[in-house]
């Protein structure tokens, strides 16, 4: 098995390493002709206006076919901003594949940067999460599944093998949430697939 990582921009290294971790080959990801024959791909946070300007052309049409043709992706963050079927303030999707909302450094406590332990469904409890001028999810289509809130807030969704997280589980050490991708590659359907 063999997974991307998405390295315009961000924190790509901590992904790389997460997966190493779990056994996993990685490749880094800049252009399109890296994307082939990968088995998945993260997306992770950063600066979504950066990403985007960034894999304009090309890579982002690549993206673009991939997430709606069913291929896995987990985007953390920015990452999820750039998956996200619908960005708050902005036209159309960046690549899209989930069907959410999300708002860009949204309110409340997501403004700033905190760490917290969220009860993850399908994953368990405890989680530590990070979050870094994280977006919110606004809304939920669906064919989406919500897999943990922050106060009552959606921040890790999935449809189908589309995963998203609006924090940065790379940061913590601990490897639940990216072995959960690791295996929703593997086969494990969710219910939008
Ligand atoms: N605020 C960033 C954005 O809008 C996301 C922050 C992050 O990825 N940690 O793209």
Redesign the pocket.
């Known amino acids: 098995m063999r997974v991307g990582v998405l390295a315009l921009q961000?924190a790509v290294r901590e992904h790389v390493l997460a997966l190493d971790a779990l056994g996993v080959e990685t490749r880094i990801v800049k252009t399109e002709a890296s994307l082939d024959g990968l088995d998945g791909l993260v997306l992770p946070?950063?600066?979504?206006?950066a990403m985007t300007l960034l894999a304009e052309g090309g890579l982002l049409d690549a993206l673009r076919c991939l997430s709606h043709a069913g291929f896995p992706m987990f985007g953390t963050?920015?990452g999820m901003?750039l998956l996200a079927d619908q960005v708050e303030g902005r036209a159309g999707p960046i690549v899209g594949g989930i069907d959410i909302s999300v708002a860009?450094?949204a309110s409340g406590r997501q403004v700033h940067s905190f760490e917290t332990q969220l009860d993850v469904r399908e994953i368990g409890s405890e989680v530590p999460a990070v979050f870094?001028?994280?977006?919110y999810i606004t809304r939920v289509g669906p064919k989406v599944d919500v897999l943990a809130r922050c106060d009552d807030v959606a921040v890790m969704a999935r449809q189908g093998k589309i995963l998203v997280a609006s924090f940065?589980p790379e940061l913590t050490g601990d490897a639940r949430v990216h072995r959960y991708f690791v295996n929703m590659m593997d086969g494990h359907s969710g219910k939008g697939a």
């Open positions: 961000g946070g950063g600066e979504s206006t963050c920015a901003i860009r450094n870094i001028r994280a977006p940065h």
